[in-house]
């Protein structure tokens, strides 16, 4: 089992900049590969960003591309979401995942974080 804690979310004006933190407990950290999904009122669930289990490799949603940085530190058992240039559609609740292989599709991430909420207002 994996416990993850996200954490970070808060409300912010739009083109500011903000950082998620999700932090595992239970099993090897660097066993697992990481995601940020998010979830706006009324949509589904979305993918944003994966890193590998090391760290150097990563892959983003054209949405976010450029603006976002997945990065991780095995050390402290962390993964964050840079978040800089928010946009009013960012808003949404915000999840971290964990998975055996780095991959877009949500059904392929085992364990969740309990989510947290990101407000970008105009």
């Known amino acids: 089992q994996v416990q993850l804690v996200g954490s970070g979310g808060r409300l912010v004006q739009a083109g500011d900049s903000l950082r998620l933190s999700c932090t595992a407990s239970?099993?090897?950290?660097?066993?697992?590969?990481m995601g940020w999904f998010r979830q706006a009122p009324g949509k589904e669930r979305r993918f944003v960003a994966h890193?590998?289990?090391?760290?150097?490799?990563?892959y983003y949603a054209d949405s976010v591309k450029g603006r976002f940085t997945i990065f991780r530190y095995n050390a402290k058992n962390t993964v964050y979401l840079q978040m800089n240039t928010l946009k009013p559609e960012d808003t949404a609740v915000y999840y971290c995942?964990?998975?055996?292989?780095?991959?877009?599709?949500?059904?392929?991430?085992?364990?969740w974080g309990q989510g947290t909420q990101v407000t970008v207002s105009s």
């Open positions: 890193i590998s289990w090391g760290g150097i490799s990563t």
């Open positions: 239970g099993r090897t950290f660097s066993d697992y590969a």
């Open positions: 995942a964990a998975s055996e292989t780095p991959t877009t599709q949500a059904l392929a991430y085992d364990y």
